[in-house]
């Protein structure tokens, strides 16, 4: 791979880590226009740890991760009551507030730290330990493999399906016995984590931030991606990052009119199916021909002997 | 001490009755449709870059581009009712059907914002496409003489401006209210079913509710543009930001209430600044948004139905 591949797949797999975790909270019924924050909390956390700290890049991460999960859950707390829309609106301000402070936050013990707008520099764990861009790319998707087969695991259990169910409809699943704000508070708290998470793993590869990076044009993003690709299967953001990061900018092919193909067929295509390529019935369709596939493949040799 | 505040809040309310004027279009679109559009500001930059292209390439006279502007953003705007707001349309055949709408963020509610924001993205592009620099002149109106009231000082040309929301606002309100074209208005936003039921034409009213809306978003661009006598690609997110704020401060959907919104934004956007600084003044724009969205009680507009105009 060249470095250039090797550079736009990292950061497609960290952009969708950031779609994931605006698709757990679609899948809630909730659009969040504020998960920038939430990847810049992780990515400031992470850079603390490793570049102030002195700690491993593992640790650095786990940190940026639980701050990422702990702030989500403090914001999303007071939101609880809020309807769709006012819930997106105080998400992307409490978002803009927090990249405000960023740019106003100075700090530097030891050289090394935030310096407001002028961002963070020296983020060097990968340059000092001598981790090649290809050996980060593997970490990077090794970590994404994994939140997939967690978010995999978890669609089949009741956790998983509890979550749809609020999100389809609130007032039925509540009537349901299910506890609505606590796992929607659940899912904000994995969604802050999945976020931070890739922060971290962001800034590590960049070993420079500034808070304009977290603008809402990312957070929005995100949420793009994920329901382009659709809700019906965590593969969906993941389908979304790769049309646009990799088909459209890669390719360069609609180089400065990219946004204006992209845009026009993002809309139209809302319009003839709202939750995305991968939505449920879809999905559903799938998992029922692989099953036939599976249950038929055995059959098809006996069926050719008898024929 | 008591004069610089005061001068410093005059000069806030004035900022604030532009963030009114930007914030009107938007209010009447959410009225109508129950969908934030959040292509509103793309709309307002794209048909202001038209008009400054018209001036600054062919000559385009100052009152011929503020009809431009208008025009443009009507279009515009049919184009993104069209593209994105159809589907709210169909909602209506729905809930005739009884189907009663899921709480929370409805699908229809999260596929029109996802939708719109894509129409930002590309009337963005096609606004840089058409003028690419950061700069790009505008038909100025700004005039530099000031009326002096004791130790305050006002310019005529902003107070202008402030008149001009102040009657849009107010107007618009009193129209909804009186005329039996906002009667229909009001039937087709708050109770589609029996709006239609009655003999409105909910999907024309609509229609057009939402290209005035537009029209509206291009005259308010010039107004506040000509200020200035420039446009930079930053006008759009502008005018949906300090638009949307100001709306959600009166209650989304209410004529009166963007007023008194964008008044009071302007004033804590005023002292913030001086108190703080210019990232202060950024700060203070979304922590009065939160802390309105949070507030315990809930007295602000937000809640109601913009039956209420």
């Known amino acids: ?18 779609a994931l975790s605006a698709y757990l909270l679609l899948l809630v019924g909730r659009i969040s226009f504020g998960q920038q924050a939430f990847f810049g909390i992780g990515a400031y956390a992470s850079a603390l740890a490793s570049a102030v700290a002195q700690w491993p890049l593992v640790a650095a991460l786990a940190a940026g991760t639980l701050a990422g999960a702990l702030a989500s859950l403090l914001v999303a707390w007071p939101m609880l009551r809020l309807s769709g829309l006012h819930y997106a609106v105080a998400t992307l301000a409490f978002a803009e507030m927090l990249r405000i402070a960023l740019s106003a936050w100075v700090w530097q013990p030891g050289g090394t730290g935030p310096a407001g707008v002028e961002g963070f520099r020296d983020i060097r764990w990968l340059l000092e330990n001598d981790v090649s861009a290809g050996a980060y ?171 | ?74 279009v515009l705007g049919l184009y993104v009712e069209w593209l994105c707001f159809a589907g709210a349309r169909a909602g209506t055949a729905e809930a005739m059907r009884g189907g009663a709408p899921v709480a929370g963020a409805d699908a229809r509610e999260v596929v029109a914002l996802a939708a719109s924001f894509a129409v930002w993205m590309q009337l963005e592009q096609l606004a840089h496409h058409l003028l690419p620099r950061e700069l790009n002149a505008f038909p100025a109106l700004a005039s530099d003489g000031e009326w002096a009231l004791d130790a305050l000082v006002l310019r005529p040309d902003r107070a202008l401006l402030a008149l001009l929301a102040l009657a849009l606002c107010l107007g618009l309100a009193r129209w909804l209210e009186t005329s039996r074209g906002g009667l229909a208005w009001r039937a087709a936003a708050s109770q589609r079913t029996a709006a239609q039921l009655a003999g409105v034409e909910v999907a024309r009213v609509q229609r057009i509710g939402f290209a005035a809306a537009c029209g509206l978003s291009g005259l308010a661009a010039f107004a506040v543009l000509a200020m200035d006598g420039q446009v930079t690609p930053m006008f759009g997110m502008w005018v949906l930001v300090k638009g949307l704020v100001a709306a959600m401060l009166g209650g989304l959907g209410s004529m009166r209430g963007v007023l008194a919104g964008g008044l009071l934004l302007g004033m804590v956007e005023a002292n913030a600044q001086a108190a703080f600084g210019a990232l202060g003044r950024e700060f203070a724009t979304w922590a009065l948004l939160l802390a309105v969205l949070l507030a315990p009680w809930r007295r602000v507009g937000f809640n109601r139905m913009p039956a209420h105009v």
């Open chain 1, 1 to 18: 791979m060249s470095e250039h591949a090797v550079g736009v797949a990292t950061d497609m797999a960290v952009m969708a880590l950031l």
């Open chain 1, 137 to 307: 790319l593997a970490l990077v998707a090794a970590v994404l493999v994994t939140v997939l087969a967690a978010l995999a695991w978890l669609e089949r259990r009741r956790l998983g399906t509890a979550l749809r169910g609020i999100g389809h409809d609130d007032t039925l699943a509540a009537a349901q016995g299910l506890p609505v704000a606590r796992l929607r508070l659940v899912a904000a708290g994995a969604a802050g984590a999945l976020a931070a998470l890739g922060g971290g793993l962001y800034a590590h590869r960049a070993t420079y931030i500034e808070p304009a990076l977290f603008d809402p044009m990312l957070g929005v993003h995100a949420v793009g991606y994920a329901l382009i690709g659709g809700l019906g299967s965590a593969l969906g953001p993941l389908l979304g990052v790769a049309l646009d990061l990799g088909l459209l900018e890669a390719t360069r092919a609609f180089a400065g009119w990219r946004m204006v193909v992209f845009g026009g067929l993002v809309a139209l295509f809302l319009r003839w199916r709202p939750r995305g390529l991968l939505d449920e019935p879809l999905v559903h369709r799938i998992g029922r021909a692989v099953a036939t596939w599976r249950r038929l493949a055995p059959a098809a040799p006996r069926a050719e002997a008898a024929g």
């Open chain 2, 1 to 74: 001490m008591v004069t610089e505040l005061l001068q410093r809040t005059l000069d806030g309310a004035l900022d604030g009755a532009g963030y009114a004027l930007v914030g009107l279009g938007l209010t009447l679109s959410f009225g109508t449709l129950k969908r934030l559009n959040l292509a509103y500001g793309a709309v307002a930059m794209l048909a202001a870059y038209v008009g400054a292209w018209l001036h600054a390439r062919h000559g385009v006279p100052g009152w011929a581009v503020a009809l431009v502007l208008v025009g443009a953003a009507t």
